[in-house]
């Protein structure tokens, strides 16, 4: 089954305000303090210059690590499934003392923190969770700039594009913590719990019906670097490392090999048991741009040497959100053609005994050299879409079985390039990826897999429309 992505990066410039005549570009920090309103806790803005430094916080003492659940979404062409997309997701709780539960995905190529509100009317929003204004006593009603207005009053909207659609909201300040904390007030948990923060939250009275009807995760929450959203206060990774000195400022995601197993994201650090050596570190290039994107030196499939990087502007974005890996459109074809190879006869499965599974039919690595020794190496198991591709000769009657990889096209993005790789869960899979926030560089180690004994034991997931066990028929064309 070949997977697609789910939200693709966040791009800035797809990120327009609306009601109010203001582009992005002239929205500016918001760090005054703002009165007490009755029946609202007093706003605990943070102010990134008054951060301490790393010298003086204390020392980092909590991880918090979240299960996430997978979900497949059969892609459909002539009422038969081609293909699957996927999409990983956690819990987190929004609202204080009556904390409301949402799904989101926790998407490094985005950079807004996003929850369906209850007064969206569109088809998309009924089949999520919906945040209900009324039941929360930590949130403030914001207007573009950070500004607090009456919650019945005409709000200032936000629209934000993902690669396949988008949402439009309202901002709010508001609580957010990734346990439960019934009961308590948000001065309360932010003093408590390393897992809570006050972000500013778009609440979203629109959203597309792809890909947010085929998903059962409600929401996004955006990884991207500060850069990406179109304020700090937005930047929930940057709000939780300024609030909470407990947690050191950096987050590492497993993605699990099986569906048996389940994956996750640590918070304050990495987890060291889905490592099998030290994590090696690539700086972020162009960190202002927002994207957690590296410097490739070079790119080899198999022996050969990828010529679009000879002249060393090609880069590639660590991408959660995204199920494949990403190339750049104009070079996409002839990738393809590198990672293709046929499959003699005597290699096919006897009549009878089902289809070749083509991840287990040996093929060229592709190798993304990122510098100072660290390469990134992605085999066949990890790239190649499961069923191959079975072509017939007309002329001769001839056939033959191909395997192919699975590839995303990456359009241009005006401020990153023509030359952007998209590192996705392929590489996400083979490879543990931690995300240091305060140097702004990318770790990466082998994954270890869950041990068979323990697996579930430490926490329960749910895998949702997985697609059989047998490999689909090979798709047939003829030339």
């Known amino acids: 089954w070949q997977n697609l992505s789910i939200p693709d990066i966040e791009h800035p410039t797809r990120v327009a305000s609306m009601l109010s005549a203001i582009t992005l570009f002239a929205l500016t920090a918001f760090y005054a303090a703002v009165p007490v309103v009755d029946g609202l806790a007093r706003p605990l803005i943070v102010d990134p210059k008054a951060v301490p ?61 996003i929850v369906p509100s209850k007064k969206c009317e569109f088809p998309a929003c009924e089949h999520h969770a919906g945040y209900d204004r009324n039941l929360s006593a930590s949130a403030m009603d914001l207007d573009h700039d950070g500004n607090e207005v009456p919650s019945d009053s005409e709000r200032d909207q936000v629209a934000i594009s993902y690669g396949t659609g ?10 957010a913590c990734f346990f439960r904390h019934d009961g308590e007030t948000q001065e309360e948990a932010l003093a408590k719990h390393s897992d809570c923060v006050q972000v500013r939250v778009v609440q979203a009275t629109e959203m597309t019906e792809e890909p947010f009807m085929q998903f059962e995760f ?9 850069a990406l959203a179109l304020d700090p206060e937005f930047s929930f990774y940057g709000q939780l490392t300024r609030s909470n000195p407990r947690l050191a400022p950096l987050f590492g995601v497993f993605i699990a090999k099986e569906d048996s197993d389940y994956s996750e994201i640590s918070f304050g650090g990495h987890d060291p048991k889905r490592v099998s050596s030290e994590l090696q570190w690539a700086k972020v290039a162009k960190p202002e741009h927002g994207h957690w994107q590296l410097t490739i030196r070079s790119i080899r499939v198999g022996n050969e040497t990828v010529d679009l990087c000879d002249s060393g502007d090609c880069t590639a974005i660590a991408d959660t959100g995204t199920s494949l890996i990403g190339v750049p459109k104009a070079y996409v074809q002839k990738m393809h053609w590198l990672l293709a190879r046929k499959v003699e006869d005597d290699e096919s499965p006897p009549d009878g005994s089902g289809n070749l599974d083509c991840r287990k039919h040996e093929g060229p690595d592709i190798v993304f050299d990122l510098g100072d020794g660290l390469e990134i190496n992605v085999g066949a198991e990890e790239y190649s879409r ?23 096209p990456v ?11 998209i590192l996705g869960e ?20 082998p994954a270890v897999q869950p041990d068979r004994r323990d697996a579930g034991a430490a926490a329960t997931h749910r895998v949702i429309g997985a697609p059989p066990d047998e490999v689909p028929e090979p798709t047939v064309v003829y030339i």
């Not at 409600?218 to 500060?226: I, M, Q, S, T, W």
């Not at 359009?411 to 790789?421: H, N, Q, R, Y």
């Not at 590489?427 to 180690?445: C, E, P, S």
Request: aromatic letters at 10%; glycine letters at 8%; charged letters at 20%.
């Open 411 to 421: 359009e241009e993005i005006p401020s990153l390039g023509s030359k952007v790789f």
């Open 426 to 445: 392929p590489v996400l899979r083979k490879y543990y990826t931690a995300y240091d926030w305060k140097n702004q560089k990318i770790g990466f180690a």
């Open 53 to 113: 430094e790393s010298s003086d916080r204390p020392p980092p003492v909590d991880l918090v690590t979240i299960p996430l659940d997978k979900q497949y979404v059969p892609v459909l062409r002539n009422n038969r499934t081609v293909m699957y997309k996927t999409a990983y997701f956690g819990t987190i709780h929004v609202g204080l003392p009556n904390p409301q539960k949402f799904t989101v995905v926790f998407d490094t190529g985005s950079g807004h923190f």
């Open 166 to 175: 988008e949402v439009v909201g309202e901002f709010s300040r508001e609580a």
């Open 386 to 408: 499961p069923a191959g591709l079975r072509v017939i000769t007309n002329a001769t009657g001839e056939e033959q079985l191909i395997c192919r990889a699975s590839l995303l």
């Open 218 to 226: 409600d929401g996004v929450l955006g990884l991207g670097l500060e």
